[in-house]
């Protein structure tokens, strides 16, 4: 059964490191949540550790740029692992080939930047689709086109047998107050086409890895019992949590602000209804990080 909190301090005492999501969580791709910079800086101050825990599709000195920008202060955070940063791992080693076709954004090809941590990387080149190896996916060229509108260049790319590099595995993303499509979703459209997508952010493994080993480089080491997942998404930051058998708390008022008809705090029983449906059941719940 999960439990709706009214602040995290209520269960505060319990956890030692927090994995934190950021878009929906701490802000909404325009601007910080208040409470929640409040919040994260209380846990700071009585001795946790806060490691961002995004699947932005970039390196996280990338994510630390866009954080200034939208004022979410440095203090009420450790450190980051992306899933960028994990999937750039495995495309330097050589996942996805040398040659590869790219899909994002313009401010997406940081992506390509070095990898200090990588020994002897894999030498990569941009190339057309009909000459690559592989596909690194950062995202739609549009994030408001719908996905169907790629499925052309998805099937010359499954009738070649490329591998879908996905930095980002989430669905949809809110910016501000307009829904915009993620890499997630064409990661997940070319698999039921039938082609193999490669996934790294959550709730898949890698990131959580990462995410430990950012915890350890800065001298903390965690047991899973003491660290608290925070997200918004059901099938990533809550499934993910589960997956690496650790607790979770879901912020209602993101991503599921409608089905939970959340305002302060989410309907106990529409709540109920949504994680029966989801099949996924968090810890605990709260309407907005506080």
Not at 207 to 216: E, G, K, T, V
Request: charged share 25%.
């Amino acid at each position: 059964m999960t439990r709706i909190i009214e602040s995290l301090t209520d269960i505060s005492a319990t956890y030692d490191a927090y994995f934190v999501d950021l878009w929906g969580c701490v802000h909404n791709g325009v601007h910080a949540f208040d409470e929640a910079v409040a919040a994260l800086r209380k846990v700071r101050a009585d001795g946790g550790f806060i490691v961002l825990v995004t699947n932005a599709p970039r390196h996280r000195a990338s994510v630390e740029g866009q954080l200034d920008q939208i004022g979410v202060p440095r203090d009420c955070w450790d450190t980051i692992a992306t899933s960028g940063d994990s999937a750039r791992a495995a495309m330097f080693t050589g996942a996805v080939g040398q040659k590869v076709w790219f899909m994002g954004e313009a401010h997406d090809r940081s992506f390509f930047d070095p990898m200090a941590i990588i020994d002897d990387p894999v030498r990569i080149k941009e190339v057309a689709l009909k000459d690559a190896e592989g596909i690194v996916c950062c995202g739609p060229f549009d994030p408001h086109a719908h996905p169907d509108e790629l499925r052309p260049q998805l099937l010359l790319a499954k009738q070649n047998g490329l591998k879908l590099l996905c930095a980002n595995p989430d669905i949809v993303v809110d910016r501000g107050g307009q829904r915009e499509w993620c890499a997630g979703a064409i990661a997940q459209l070319y698999t039921e086409m039938g082609g193999e997508s490669l996934y790294f952010g959550k709730p898949h493994p890698p990131i959580y890895d990462l995410a430990r080993r950012r915890m350890i480089a800065e001298g903390r080491s965690v047991s899973d019992n003491r660290i608290l997942a925070i997200g918004d998404g059901i099938a990533t930051d809550i499934k993910g949590a589960l997956g690496e058998d650790i607790d979770s708390l879901f912020i209602t008022g993101g991503l599921a602000r409608d089905e939970t008809k959340t305002h302060n705090q989410p309907d106990p029983d529409a709540l109920d209804q949504y994680i029966k449906s989801e099949m996924i059941t968090p810890t605990f719940a709260i309407g907005y990080l506080r």
